[in-house]
């Protein structure tokens, strides 16, 4: 976020992954209480959620008019065809999706997904209209090993080569900070966000955080001046935890 007293380019940016998780009734609720919880914050956050593929039509309805923005967790690299099983950036932006998240660690680590499909994922995404939101980050090995720059620097130059236009965002999640309740400290992920802001060399995309994000932890990260927002798994499944988040983004 920008320094206090310097206005930021844009508002933060909060995002809900939720994976694998919830059923219908659960998404119908859940959109509820976040468009109402969200009212007072949308002038200074912007928020959007990213739903497992069969819960978008009921986020879509959910959220319409709130300003909340919707995405896929997921896209195939072409636009239709013989994929069984695969769904594509036309039919996310069908279903109301604005954004696409492309390379969540979790699809590189399950599906073997390497860095050039990754670019080709975003670039599909930009194609069907959607924001690709490319994630990136490091093993525990590797940040051990002293390659954490190294690693990044190949992921992250390897999907912009496949982005002809501007209109992106990045997350940068380390892998040993998912799910594992070890967040990065404020330090290591503003060094991580400085240095991708450098690979991205003065283009917009916006750098969020990911990776054991909670209320408690959130305003630290928030004050880095390279951290322009969230992309939050676990402490997105309970709307309130996710509103609360958004709150101290707002300051
Ligand atoms: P987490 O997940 O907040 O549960 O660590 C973040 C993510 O993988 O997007």
């Not at 994929?83 to 594509?88: E, K, L, P």
């Not at 954490?148 to 190949?154: G, P, Q």
């Not at 991708?196 to 003065?202: H, I, K, P, T």
């Not at 951290?227 to 609360?244: H, M, N, Y």
Request: glycine share 12%; net charge negative.
């Amino acid at each position: 976020m920008a320094p206090a007293g310097q206005p930021a380019a844009r508002p933060p940016f909060v995002a809900a992954n939720w994976k694998m998780n919830l059923l219908r009734g659960q998404a119908e609720a859940y959109c509820g209480v976040l468009r109402q919880g969200a009212l007072g914050a949308l002038h200074a956050v912007e928020a959007i959620v990213f739903p497992p593929f069969p819960l978008l039509p009921i986020v879509a309805a959910g959220l319409a008019g709130s300003g909340i923005l919707v995405g896929g967790q997921d896209l195939h690299p072409e636009d239709s065809g013989a994929h069984t099983g695969d769904v594509s950036g036309p039919q996310l932006a069908d279903a109301g999706c604005s954004w696409a998240l492309c390379g969540h660690s979790e699809r590189r680590r399950d599906h073997g997904e390497s860095d050039d499909l990754v670019g080709r994922k975003a670039a599909a995404a930009l194609r069907a209209g959607l924001t690709p939101m490319i994630c990136v980050g490091e093993t525990r090995e590797e940040r051990r090993a002293g390659r954490a720059f190294e690693v990044l620097e190949r992921q992250l130059t390897a999907a912009l080569a496949h982005l002809a236009a501007d209109r992106f965002a990045v997350a940068y999640e380390p892998v040993w900070a998912i799910g594992t309740g070890e967040t990065a400290t404020a330090e290591t992920a503003q060094e991580a966000h400085r240095f991708l802001r450098g690979v991205l060399a003065g283009t917009a995309g916006r750098i969020l955080y990911g990776g054991s994000v909670t209320p408690e932890n959130a305003a630290g990260l928030i004050a880095q001046p390279d951290v322009d927002g969230f992309l939050v798994g676990g402490a997105s499944l309970d709307p309130r935890r996710f509103l609360s988040i958004m709150a101290v983004c707002v300051g």
